[in-house]
């Protein structure tokens, strides 16, 4: 007997401890387990956390603020760029006597024109909701007072945060007239010039995604055209009928935003040259421009090519006395060449063309800018 | 002296080995629940953490002035520090004055603008100054502008 229940001892002993090893096995897998979850959850909530901060600051930085002074008034502009509905919750500006207003939610309304979009109020009261797309204008008495600096406290969404943001001082419109007097006499008229348009993003004309802003107000621009007294234009969309060729190959070509006239030099026109020609009677004139964009498609030849414009003479004593001012191929020089003009006497008639030395390919665009005096 | 029988030894040692293994079990889960929930309420708060904007810092002769505001929660102001000293300094918000000791705590209420403002050597050109409220600090430099 007493051998029986030795054995049924040892036998229950290993049963026993397993048990007991796979409980607490069980607990502390499962305590484990949860603490894992709990761990993943902070983490999560920590990644949300920081998006929603994210999307707060950009929701803030996207807060335009802008504001000007005339001398009794302080006017700010804020602009909701963002779509997300922002919080107006305090104003601060300092003067240049080192003095300050502040403004919020403790002092209830007072006196102050603001504009809402398409609303006008009398009252400042803060906090103040600006919606997305929406430019809010607030004009305050400094009783006297220049102010040096605006700052804003503004409180964003999905994390209630408040930042301060510093509105910038604006930019003054000012409207520049420049009246440009075209001559009168024969010639092309060119003029060149900036028009800076200073302007002022003082409405939101349109409520839509993504945004239009319009500029409105303060932007003149009196730049136009009400006469011209070119002698002649063309851009050589076709072969001009009143041009000739004196030597050269000469035909249009494409790809110049348009069209321009191709030439390439056979050595047979003025001076060993080609030339394409344009004639007229300049002994009228004092000075004239012309202009002309050129292009040096493909050198030819192991000389430098020139590709110029020229003035020819063709009425003179000495015939086809001829001025070339063209621009080397290799150097990137600007030349002034002549040819047959020691002793001709000035003031005769001339001819604007182009000109072509030495296997040259020109494209001609358009009369834009060399100038070319008469005065031989 | 008799010992007890196998039977009874083995169940106790049971039933001890067991119970333990329930009380460390209860603890550690007692202890997780409490740190990480401390951690997600302050660390990753509520949606209503405490912030504080400074809006101007500047020296005018002899006093520095920081214009602040706080955000959707109030703010407890406990002690200001000029150059890491610190001040006693005079606190206006809502049209009233207190004085910020280092040893008091003044309460702004949410969504206030307020100014805090400590005397300084008429010299000083620059300073930077240290908000601190209960909920945390605020840092801002100030300079000369008269």
């Keep these: 007997l007493l051998r029986k229940r030795v054995g049924l001892s040892r036998a229950l002993s290993p049963i026993v401890g397993t048990i007991i090893f796979v409980i607490i096995m069980a607990m502390f897998t499962s305590l484990f387990i949860y603490m894992l979850d709990r761990v993943v959850n902070i983490a999560r909530e920590s990644f949300e956390k920081v998006r929603e901060a994210g999307e707060t600051v950009s929701s803030i930085s ?37 003095s300050y207003t502040t403004i919020s939610r403790v002092n209830r309304s007072i006196d102050a024109k603001i504009v809402i ?11 103040l909701g600006i919606t997305p797309a929406t430019t809010v204008t607030i004009t305050l008495s400094t009783k006297s007072k220049t102010p040096v600096a605006v700052s804003l406290a503004v409180e964003a969404s999905p994390i209630a945060v408040i930042q301060a943001v510093t509105a910038k001082i604006a930019e003054i419109a000012e409207t520049r007239t420049s009246k440009i007097t075209p001559s009168t006499t024969l010639g092309t008229t060119t003029w060149l010039g900036i028009a800076a348009i200073p302007t002022t993003r003082n409405a939101t004309l349109t409520k839509t995604y993504p945004q239009t802003v319009t500029s409105t107000g303060g932007v003149t621009y009196n730049l136009e055209r009400v006469s011209r007294g070119a002698l002649y234009y063309t851009d050589f969309e076709a072969l001009p009928s009143d041009w000739s060729a004196i030597g050269g190959w000469w035909g249009l070509t494409t790809g110049f935003k348009g069209r321009a006239v191709e030439g390439r030099d056979n050595n047979q026109g003025v001076g060993r040259a080609s030339q394409y020609c344009y004639s007229e009677n300049f002994s009228s004139y004092l000075s004239l421009w012309v202009s002309t964009k050129t292009f040096l498609r493909t050198k030819l030849g192991p000389r430098p090519n020139l590709y110029s414009i020229a003035l020819i003479r063709t009425l003179s004593p000495k015939d086809n006395s001829m001025y070339v001012i063209g621009i080397n191929s290799e150097t990137g020089s600007v030349e002034v060449w002549s040819y047959n003009v020691e002793g001709s006497e000035a003031g005769l008639s001339l001819i604007v063309l182009l000109y072509l030395v030495t296997e040259l390919m020109l494209g001609m665009l358009l009369l834009l800018g060399m100038s070319i005096q008469q005065q031989l | 002296l008799r010992g007890v029988s196998e039977y009874i030894a083995a169940l106790i040692m049971t039933i001890v080995t067991l119970v333990a293994g329930t009380v460390i079990f209860l603890y550690s889960y007692y202890v997780i629940n409490v740190y990480t929930d401390m951690f997600s309420s302050r660390a990753l708060g509520s949606g209503e953490s405490f912030s504080v904007a400074i809006l101007a810092s500047y020296i005018r002769g002899n006093q520095l002035i920081v214009i602040g505001s706080t955000g959707a929660s109030s703010a407890t102001l406990r002690a200001v520090y000029v150059n890491e000293t610190l001040r006693i300094c005079a606190l206006y918000y809502n049209y009233t004055s207190y004085l910020v000791t280092g040893s008091e705590a003044v309460v ?16 000083s050109s620059n300073a930077v ?15 000369r502008i008269i």
Excluded: M
Aim: hydrophobic share 45%; net charge positive.
């Design chain 1, 62 to 98: 996207s807060l335009k603020a802008l504001w000007n002074f005339n001398k009794t008034h302080i006017t700010i502009y804020i602009e909701n760029q963002v779509s997300r509905t922002v919080l107006l919750t305090a104003i601060a500006i300092v003067y240049s006597d080192g």
């Design chain 1, 117 to 127: 979009g398409s609303t006008v109020l009398n009252k400042l009261d803060l906090p």
């Design chain 2, 108 to 123: 702004i209420p949410y969504r206030t603008a307020f100014v805090v403002i400590c005397n300084l050597p008429v010299t």
């Design chain 2, 129 to 143: 100054v240290k908000i601190v409220f209960d909920e945390g600090d605020v840092v801002a430099k100030a300079g």
